[in-house]
């Protein structure tokens, strides 16, 4: 018996959000977000980036109207996560 091969969504490396957002299949969610500064000269900084959902890829771009992603990655064999309290809850209550 053969195994079955996975196929895996691999994102599109060079497209517009715009162009993105009217693709056929539809988007799952679109909008923005702020990103965490990566240095530590950085991270007191959360710029923006519009990020969309496209057949379990995620893109984030600069703005709604940047003619490429600054980064893509598919969300394939990644779980939801589970509902829990956070930790700092109790200390709440």
């Known amino acids: 018996m053969a195994a079955e091969e996975m196929h895996w969504p691999v994102p599109m490396k060079a497209i517009g959000a715009q162009n993105l957002l009217t693709m056929p299949g539809g988007v799952a969610k679109a909008g923005y977000l702020h990103k965490k500064g990566g240095t530590q000269l950085q991270?007191?900084?959360w710029p923006l980036r519009f990020v969309v959902i496209h057949k379990r890829c995620i893109y984030y771009f600069k703005s709604s109207t940047s003619a490429s992603?600054?980064?893509?990655?598919s969300l394939s064999g990644y779980n939801r996560p589970l509902d829990k309290p956070h930790p700092c809850q109790s200390l709440l209550s």
């Open 69 to 73: 992603p600054q980064g893509a990655f």
């Open 43 to 45: 991270l007191l900084k």
